[in-house]
């Protein structure tokens, strides 16, 4: 019986050794929250991003530490969860999801917000936006940018 368990328990430790593993080198930020909105795990991407390091907020609460805690805190908050949505901070433009964590009855026990730095593939959707519709060299719109204000009129 104990060697079985501590054969489980090894198992456990691999898993939770593995998972981390992902978690600290995944190209996306990831925070964790119990239900109570206290903050279990904040990845080095999502310290990047919101520029604040797990290790320094010295168990002060993620929300009023950070400048847009209001803002992420509605965010879990939602009726609507899981959310994706797009918001900027520090003029970065950030992919944010975020969903509950629930037990197998349903009960929740916390929530994970996935965020991506999206700044430079919005600024190139926006450029080439704009190469769509005007000419290049008179930066004048072209035939189908007034085509489409004609539909619009």
């Avoid at 609507?80 to 026990?109: E, M, R, W, Y």
């Amino acid at each position: 019986m104990v060697e079985r368990l501590q054969g489980s328990f090894s198992s456990l430790e691999e898993e939770k050794d593995t998972l981390k593993t992902v978690l600290l080198n995944i190209d996306d930020g990831v925070v964790v929250w119990d239900a109570k909105y206290k903050r279990l795990f904040m990845n080095p991407v999502a310290e990047t991003i919101f520029e604040k390091q797990y290790s320094n907020l010295n168990g002060k609460d993620f929300f009023v530490c950070h400048k847009e805690g209001n803002r992420l805190m509605k965010i879990l908050q939602s009726d609507q969860l899981p959310v994706t949505t797009k918001f900027t901070i520090n003029s970065c433009i950030l992919h944010v999801s975020a969903t509950s964590i629930k037990k197998s009855d349903g009960a929740k026990i916390g929530y994970i917000m996935i965020v991506r730095d999206i700044t430079d593939q919005e600024r190139a959707r926006e450029k080439l936006e704009e190469l769509a519709i005007t000419d290049s060299l008179t930066k004048v719109f072209n035939r189908s940018h007034f085509q489409y204000c004609l539909g619009v009129e």
